[in-house]
C-alpha cells in the first residue's frame, strides 16, 4: 500500500492535457492523475492557449489530431511561448511524417494510442523533470517516438 506521503510527492506536476474528445480527456486525465497536483482539461487550441496565459504548467500534454486547428499548429505556438514547456504529443494515428513534424516543432515526446498507462505517466514525469528550455528534445529522450506496449 502507497503512503499518503509518498502519493503527495508523487503529485507533483501542474499539467494542461489538451484533447477535443471529452472520452479521450476523461481517460487520458485517469491515467495522470497519480502525477498531477494540479491538471487542467480544455478541448481546443484556443481553450489551451487561454489556460497558458492563465496559469503555469510543468509539461503539456496534446493529442496530435484536433479538429479546430490541428495540434501540430497548436504544438508551435505552444513551443513559441516562454517559458518553452516539455509537450508530450498522443496521437492514434502515428505515421513517420507525424513524428518528424512534432519533432521539428519541437515535441518533447511521441506516443501512440493505445498506450501502457504506466509508459506514459513515465514519459510525462520524465519530460516535466528533466527537460528545461536550454534541454536538448527529440529523438534522445527516453519515450521519443516509441510505440506503447
Known amino acids: 500500500m502507497v503512503s499518503s506521503e509518498a502519493k503527495r510527492r508523487e503529485a507533483s506536476l501542474r499539467i494542461l492535457l489538451v484533447d477535443d474528445e471529452p472520452d479521450h480527456q476523461l481517460t487520458v486525465g485517469a491515467v495522470l492523475r497519480p502525477l498531477a497536483l494540479e ?3 480544455v478541448g481546443s ?6 489556460a497558458l496565459a492563465e496559469q503555469t504548467f510543468d509539461v503539456v500534454v496534446l493529442d ?9 499548429n497548436l504544438l508551435r505556438r505552444i513551443k513559441a511561448l516562454p517559458p518553452r514547456l516539455p509537450v508530450v504529443v498522443l496521437t ?14 519541437g515535441a518533447s515526446a511521441y506516443l501512440t494510442k ?9 514519459v510525462v514525469r520524465h ?23
Open 39 to 41: 491538471m487542467r482539461m
Open 45 to 50: 487550441g484556443e481553450e489551451a492557449l487561454q
Open 127 to 149: 519530460v516535466a523533470e528533466h527537460l528545461t528550455p536550454s534541454a536538448p528534445q527529440g529523438p534522445g529522450v527516453p519515450g521519443w517516438g516509441k510505440r506503447s506496449p
Open 114 to 122: 493505445p498506450y501502457d498507462p504506466n509508459h506514459l505517466r513515465k
Open 64 to 72: 496530435l489530431r484536433l479538429r479546430q486547428g490541428g495540434g501540430l
Open 92 to 105: 492514434a494515428y502515428p505515421s513517420f511524417r507525424s513524428r518528424m513534424q512534432a519533432m521539428a516543432a
